[in-house]
Structure formats: C-alpha cells, structure tokens
C-alpha cells in the first residue's frame, strides 16, 4: 500500500513548456485534491474531483487544468509554464469529502520555471 | 500564530519542553478543525483534529483547543522531542457538502535537545 504517490519528484521548466504532474492513490479514494504550498504560505487548492470523470476549481485554478479517467489518478497540466507556477505542488486524497475523512498527501513536486 | 509575507512564525523550545503552537482561523461558520504537521521535504500528515461541538480533544501527546469566540485553535505538544521538529499547520472547513480545506500559514517548530 503505497498510499499517494506522485510523479515525478523534481522538475526545471522553460517559460511557455508544458507539463503533467501525475498523482495516483491505491487507497480506493474517491476524492482527490491539487494544492500548491509556497513560501512562507499555507496550501492553496488549485482543483480538485469528488469522483471518476469529475473535477472543480479550487481558490487558484488559472493557468492550470486537470483530469481524472481514472478513479486512482489525477493529472495537473500546465499548458503554458509561468515563473509565477514555481512552487511545490501536493496531491492528496480522501475517502469521503473533507468534512468526514482526513486527506492524506503526497510527497510532493518540486517545479522551477525559468 | 500566522505568518505575514514570506517569514513563518517560529517557535523554538527545548526537548522535553511543553509546545503551545496557536492558529486564528478566518471563517466563523467552520466548523471542523484540522492539525497537520509537515517534516522537510515531506506532504503534510494529519495529527489531530476537531469539531466545533467541542472546545478540546487529546490525541496521544498533543491536544487540541478550540475557542469559537475568538476563533482560535492551539495545538499543544507535551514532551516535545527533537522529531516533533516541523511545520506545523491549522486548516478549517465545513462539514457539510463539498466543502474544502482552507489552510493556515503555517507555524515553524524547531526542537533543540
């Protein structure tokens, strides 16, 4: 049981390239969660899907997209890269929606964009 | 308490020492309460958390306080060890529909033997 993992760990982008962040959980969650964690600041969630086929936009979705073919992943794009998108990013998951379940995250991606 | 600009709040206690890490949350309708504690290099792990019918629950070593009024969360460590070393953060949500996790800044606990 590896719980939440993502791929891949580290990652230097040029400004305007495009990337996928991969998030995959073998806990059977149906809800799975994007966040971003910068400096000196808490987590914000960028998207987020309460099932297979589903997702909604958090409180910084721009210059993001995400989906979810499958129940266990969940894929952050960036179309266009942005120095602005430098930062870690953490995929989690839960059972149930937040209020009932504890969300249990990964151990992030490290994104530099130059 | 929360961190302004880049800067977290720190808080530097000796080993064996009792921790008091506070939290000011920002919405008066949460009404579930969250502690995660975030090593170096790792994704935030849940410690303990709690909801609003209740003003204090205790988990092994850490208990949590919650006072409505001022919307203010603590978390207290008794015993701090060196491993308890980390950021430490509140998040507060609703417990009903889709709602989800509004994180604090984060507090920084450095733990010298």
């Known amino acids: 049981n590896a719980g939440v993992t993502q791929t891949p760990k580290f990652r230097v982008l040029k400004t305007g390239q495009s990337m996928t962040l991969l998030c995959a959980q073998d806990?059977?969650?149906?809800?799975m969660y994007w966040y971003r964690q910068d400096p000196g600041m808490g987590l914000r969630l960028i998207h987020y899907?309460?099932?297979?086929?589903?997702?909604a936009k958090g409180e910084v979705p721009d210059g993001y997209n995400v989906s979810r073919l499958k129940k266990q992943n969940f894929l952050l794009g960036l179309e266009s890269a942005a120095p602005s998108q430098t930062s870690v990013y953490f995929c989690?998951?839960?059972?149930?929606?937040?209020?009932?379940?504890?969300?249990?995250f990964g151990p992030g991606t490290r994104l530099l964009v130059l | 308490g929360e961190s302004v600009g880049l800067h977290l709040p720190t808080l530097s206690v000796q080993e064996g020492d009792n921790s008091i890490i506070n939290c000011a949350y920002s919405n008066s309708a949460s009404d579930y309460f969250i502690w995660y504690k975030q090593e170096s290099g790792k994704g935030p792990q849940f410690i303990i958390d709690i909801r609003s019918n209740m003003d204090k629950r205790q988990g092994q070593r850490v208990t949590v306080l919650l006072n409505k009024t001022v919307k203010h969360l603590s978390l207290q460590i008794a015993a701090t060890q060196p491993g308890d070393s980390a950021v430490y953060f509140c998040?507060?949500?609703?417990?009903?529909?889709?709602?989800?996790?509004?994180f604090g800044k984060g507090t920084m606990l450095l733990v010298s033997p």
């Open positions: 806990m059977n969650h149906e809800y």
């Open positions: 989690a998951s839960s059972y149930t929606s937040t209020a009932k379940e504890t969300q249990y």
């Open positions: 998040a507060e949500t609703l417990r009903s529909g889709y709602s989800t996790l509004t």
């Open positions: 899907s309460v099932g297979e086929g589903t997702t």
